[in-house]
């Protein structure tokens, strides 16, 4: 069932206003990382639930208790749950989205004040958070507006899920979601679940998104002196425990990519033909790779790697060492505790519980070969378990038809290199489809400068959720 | 010739006058490396030329020019020559010795203001610069005023030079000991140099010192990416700085502290049986090592392994890693340009100018075999020649009978792993044997807190180094 034209005509009729709402939401600089804009997060939740409200929907602000950040007790900013429709005949969407955002100043580089939405003349929208992710949500609030004004139902029975604690962890989201998903909790009879809170993969074709990858973050620390020591001193008299820590991070991950502690990357089946042509098809080039990256480094000549490199295999990167020296200049300084960092992007079926034991085992096996004094240690700071969702679902066949309908494309089916914890959750919670349906593009800049949203992908994009909805309502 | 009974006994008759002193010149905070503390340099500059005036030594001090120190251009301390006697038929030595200190605040840990002698019930006098090198200097003070007060000439030619910069690298000295060096200069005509700024290898055993380590200090560059990348998006898609860095990293030393660089331990020849002899007589312990680095560490358990390791055979060190995270938590960044600092500790044969392109040559090919698309620099930070003395010249024969004298033991003949670059000028300028004949003792924690000298050490260094003038007088 295609959305109605009365839809789509009032989303273009209503442009200006829905682009001065989103300045509005703009303004509030819901920063949830700082305790001195906390009251802003809660005022955001107040002003979204005021919204949600005056569009019909029945609406409840949870309160998600305490936590503490830097050092300071807070109240957590309280999560919305939106419910609109309950006809048994229809199914029932679950909508997820965020109205916290990053942090923002001038000085970290912004062309124009971060809170005040600027319409530059060539379409965008330029503010912290228009994308990321106060754009999408505004997109739900837009639709539910043209029905409510219209008087008509929605296609589906309708159930939000907004918090303010996205870009800090989704600190009491998990067990919100885990409690609403029981039997007469509030996401009970979820047919499936749309959020829309990521990006497409250029900035030319929409995309809808079945896969994140995991994590695996570890420390190695290795420790032998009492206290630095100099290097004219004892250099070649003590076993050096930068010396033993390099040797064991040159282990790890080869200048190819390949993961080298055994087990890891074998886990991973090799891709079918029908999957390799899903990366063939995908709209992105070595040339975009490279632009993004800012230098011509890519792994690859050949896209298909590349692109598998990000969405379909893991990946392991060393981020750096604590307690070695790392300032400019010279100092002839042997350090007496050295920690590397690293971490593993995981794929299915790799999770932290099966990729820490193999870690863990190799690098005690690697040291004991260096048959060094020094003391060894690894822990694991925090892990996350991938995603991965079937793109021949009718969740995802409603969304192929609705980007067909309003971009007149093929979508293309992306996999992100990173994570959202809340998919997982809502995965595994509800056992139910999980789509990605992103509103913004590639460039957007979501935790950057200039952070913006493309006018078009702000009023295109609530036709394409709008639409979705309908594209639901009936598919088979 | 054996110094003077009235010259010992005078030394142990002013003891408390000499500690006395010691104690005027610790209360001047003469910190080279702080420019709010210059005018203190200068004042300890002043008072010393002083107290060396009013024992008859004809004093010059000598205007070293301006330097830049943090963005501020300030006058350099002068140096202090001086020069009292001028007989053909003595022979002429040349001591060395400087005034400045390291920085020292009482709270980095002190158990007493550093700028206040502190006198301990079991002998130790703490304070900043007691040990390094106010003691050593006020040593040869304490020889003079008892010549100059008994009316004695001393029984060589004395030349001194004494410099306020030697925290802070020296700035200007090299250029007036090669001025001074020529014919017709302050030291024209010096047979002999003697530095008192080093220490005992332990707390029992006094030592000579007849070599020095060099340096070359190199920073390894690797880039690619225009700026830091999120490894969730980049990782397995781009060549990682990081991944290539530590894999060079770890080709340059292997744990048990050989150098993997093919041609640098090779340069060094193999250690006689005579010379392995003089480190099996050291006063020195697999322990001693270990307490003093704080771990049990030693990198053999081979003493005379250990202590050839420091003294006679290059080392590298890994000291750290300039632009990746080094902070504490856990960070997903690929970061974009990372820069790996290590240095090589030199004995001779090697010079910085025959290490430097092996490692130049042996990291660029081990990078060519990486593929990597990422960018690849080396540099020399800085570097020094490493130095060795004739341990039979007359020179030391002086010392180890003077040592015999005073402390009825046979000195400890030992190499330094680290450097005191004057010593080379001083070396290469004059073409004379320089001796290093240290004060104190292996714990007085000269860079550190609670640096001591022990009253012991100041009474009899003074016999020590006033008996090493008389037996230079007389030895073949």
Not at 214 to 228: C, E, H, N, Q
Not at 235 to 255: A, C, F, I, N, Q
Not at 331 to 336: D, F, H, L, S
Request: include cysteine; charge should be negative.
């Amino acid at each position: 069932m295609a959305a109605p034209i009365e839809f789509l005509q009032f989303v273009d009729d209503n442009a200006d206003a829905f682009i001065q709402r989103l300045s509005d939401a703009v303004a509030i600089p819901s920063i949830s990382g700082d305790a001195s804009h906390r009251g802003d997060v809660v005022k955001m939740a107040e002003w979204l639930n005021d919204h949600l409200k005056a569009v019909g929907v029945e609406t409840q602000l949870v309160d998600l208790g305490k936590h503490v950040m830097d050092g300071e007790e807070l109240n957590l900013p309280p999560a919305i749950l939106g419910r609109i429709g309950n006809d048994p005949k229809k199914k029932t969407v679950l909508v997820y989205g965020h109205f916290d955002v990053q942090p923002a100043n001038k000085s970290d580089g912004w062309d124009t004040d971060p809170f005040t939405l600027t319409i530059h003349e060539d379409g965008r929208l330029i503010g912290r958070g228009s994308s990321d992710d106060k754009g999408p949500v505004l997109g739900w609030l837009n639709i539910l507006q043209y029905h409510f004004q219209s008087n008509k139902e929605l296609p589906v029975n309708l159930r939000c899920c907004f918090e303010g604690m996205e870009e800090s962890g989704s600190e009491g989201l998990d067990d919100l979601v885990k409690k609403e998903s029981q039997p007469g909790g509030w996401f009970d009879g979820v047919d499936c679940v749309c959020i829309s809170d990521n990006y497409w993969l250029n900035t030319r074709t929409p995309a809808l998104t079945y896969g994140l990858r995991g994590l695996a973050y570890f420390k190695l620390t290795v420790s032998g002196p009492g206290r630095d020591l100099h290097s004219g001193v004892f250099g070649r008299t003590v076993h050096e425990p930068m010396t033993d820590l390099v040797t064991l991070m040159s282990k790890l991950v080869d200048g190819q990519g390949n993961i080298l502690v055994p087990g890891i990357d074998e886990m991973v089946e090799p891709p079918t033909e029908s999957e390799k042509a899903i990366y063939e098809r995908l709209d992105y080039s070595i040339a975009d790779v490279e632009q993004s990256a800012g230098g011509q480094i890519a792994i690859s000549s050949n896209k298909v790697d590349v692109l598998m490199g990000r969405m379909r295999y893991a990946s392991l990167s060393l981020h750096g060492i604590e307690g070695a020296f790392s300032g400019v200049g010279a100092k002839t300084v042997i350090p007496a505790k050295v920690a590397g960092k690293f971490s593993i992007r995981l794929v299915p079926p790799q999770t932290p519980e099966l990729v820490e034991p193999l870690v863990k085992a190799y690098l005690e096996a690697e040291f004991a070969k260096l048959n060094s004094k020094n003391k060894f240690s690894i822990e694991s700071l925090h892990g996350g378990k991938p995603w991965l969702a079937d793109v021949n679902h009718w969740n995802f066949e409603a969304a192929k038809a609705a980007t067909r309908a309003v971009y007149h494309q093929e979508p293309d089916l992306t996999r992100e290199g990173g994570s959202i914890p809340v998919t997982l959750t809502f995965a595994e919670s509800l056992g139910v489809n999980v789509l990605l349906l992103p509103m913004g593009r590639g460039d957007d800049g979501a935790h950057s400068t200039n952070e913006k949203l493309d006018r078009s992908n702000f009023i295109e994009g609530t036709k394409l959720l709008g639409t979705y909805l309908y594209e639901v309502a009936v598919i088979q």
